[in-house]
């Protein structure tokens, strides 16, 4: 826990970009190529920003980076297949 509090500044930008992507996804949920369109803004703005922190954490590696991609892509599935059921 003191970690996250030390990096509560980082972690409140995370929580913005989120909470914005999620409140798009519902207000515009009458059309579904801009619900795609806010989910993949979304899953680049969080590989961005779990990049920009381990960069400056200085612990950025490919193994970070291909966790947050496998993260933002099981979420862009979820919410593919959610938008896109008949």
Known sequence: M?????????YIPLFGLLA??????????YDRVFQIATAIATALAYV?????????????NISVVVEYLVIASLG????F?????S
């Open 2 to 10: 003191k970690n996250f509090s030390k990096d509560l500044a980082h």
């Open 20 to 29: 914005a992507g999620f409140v798009a996804f519902w207000l515009f949920s």
């Open 48 to 60: 961005l920003w779990g990049v920009v922190h381990h960069y400056i954490h200085r612990d950025l």
């Open 76 to 79: 862009l599935v979820v919410i």
């Open 81 to 85: 297949s959610l938008v896109l059921r």
